[in-house]
Nanobody, 128 residues
Framework: QVPLVESGGGSVQAGGSLNLSCIVS????????LGWFRQAPGQEREGVAS????????DYADSVKGRFTISQDTNKKSVHLQMTNLKPEDTAMFYC?????????????????????WGQGTQVTVSS
């Protein structure tokens, strides 16, 4: 069972909107922090937004502030990323992630949290 499954990607023109969703399952405990990352071709993966499930506190990368909104369902089993005013530079594979121990391979830090469990990604393409 894949613990994180994204959906909602697609192709839009600049200025358009997309809503990404991620179902969180397969974990015995409630996740403390959920996040969205993206990776454009030839670039490193970068954190986009994160949310603490206990208090809904959020963090955003400067490049998406005011345009993207992260939220979670009340059951803490889904996380969403509402993206508006999309730009061509937002084109990337978007990944849902959740926290993991620092020694987890393939992980990275964002907003002070080590994310190490990843979904398979959903492609977002923004044309000019």
């Amino acid at each position: 069972q894949v613990p994180l499954v994204e959906s909602g990607g697609g192709s839009v023109q600049a200025g358009g909107s997309l809503n990404l969703s991620c179902i969180v399952s397969g974990f015995a405990d409630t996740r403390a922090c959920l996040g969205w990352f993206r990776q454009a071709p030839g670039q490193e993966r970068e954190g986009v937004a994160s949310i603490y499930t206990r208090d809904n506190s959020t963090d955003y990368a400067d490049s998406v502030k005011g345009r993207f909104t992260i939220s979670q369902d009340t059951n803490k089993k889904s996380v969403h990323l509402q993206m508006t005013n999309l730009k061509p530079e937002d084109t990337a594979m978007f990944y849902c992630a959740t926290e993991s121990p620092p020694f987890t391979r393939g992980g990275q830090y964002y907003a002070g949290v080590h994310f190490g469990y990843w979904g398979q990604g959903t492609q977002v393409t923004v044309s000019s």
